[in-house]
């Protein structure tokens, strides 16, 4: 969908966004933070999902190595991602896909394959509007995406229902 029409459709539903932040420092618990937050809010009866965006050029975690960045978590989507995302799945009790985790790899591979289709038609394409819109893009189509509810790890028990 086009940045407009998910602004509007984000708009209309009163949506909300909460951003856990840390720069640079690993391992000081924002993913457990954020988690923890989330938690919290559906206590409150708050409709709550995740999405983890990481600065790297990697398309996903699947081929980095475990050393530099920690294990791989594999989404029910067959997603590869950061093990943040399987906290986040644990604490609110959802299934994530894939589109929860974003990379700079994928907003530059988004970008470039939309300039080689002529999306841009013939303009320059440049960070600002370009990647800065493929990120707010894929943030607002996450924001209204339902996750399904599951009972993951927990005695076997697959049941699931649309948040």
């Known amino acids: 969908r086009d940045l407009p029409s998910l602004l509007a459709d984000f708009a209309a539903h009163d949506r909300k966004i909460i951003v856990v932040t840390g720069g640079v420092l690993s391992g000081i618990g924002k993913g457990v933070c954020a988690s923890s937050l989330g938690v919290l809010l559906r206590m409150c009866g708050v409709r709550v999902t ?6 790297y050029l990697n398309v996903d975690a699947g081929t980095m190595s475990p050393f530099e960045h920690g294990e791989v978590f ?3 989507d ?3 991602c950061d093990l943040d995302l399987g906290n986040y799945e644990r604490f609110l ?5 894939g589109e929860s985790n974003l990379t700079t790899g994928q907003v530059y591979r988004e ?3 939309r300039e080689r289709v002529g999306d841009y038609l013939g303009k320059t394409v440049q960070v600002v509007p370009h ?7 894929r943030i607002l189509r996450v924001s ?17 229902e649309v948040l």
């Open 144 to 160: 209204g995406t339902p996750v399904l509810g599951t009972a993951r790890g927990a005695g076997g028990r697959a049941e699931r």
């Open 74 to 76: 594999v989404l029910d």
């Open 93 to 97: 009790g959802v299934s994530l896909t």
């Open 50 to 55: 995740a999405l983890k965006i990481d600065p």
């Open 131 to 137: 990647v800065s819109d493929a990120i707010r893009r």
């Open 78 to 80: 067959g997603g590869e």
């Open 111 to 113: 970008v470039i394959e």
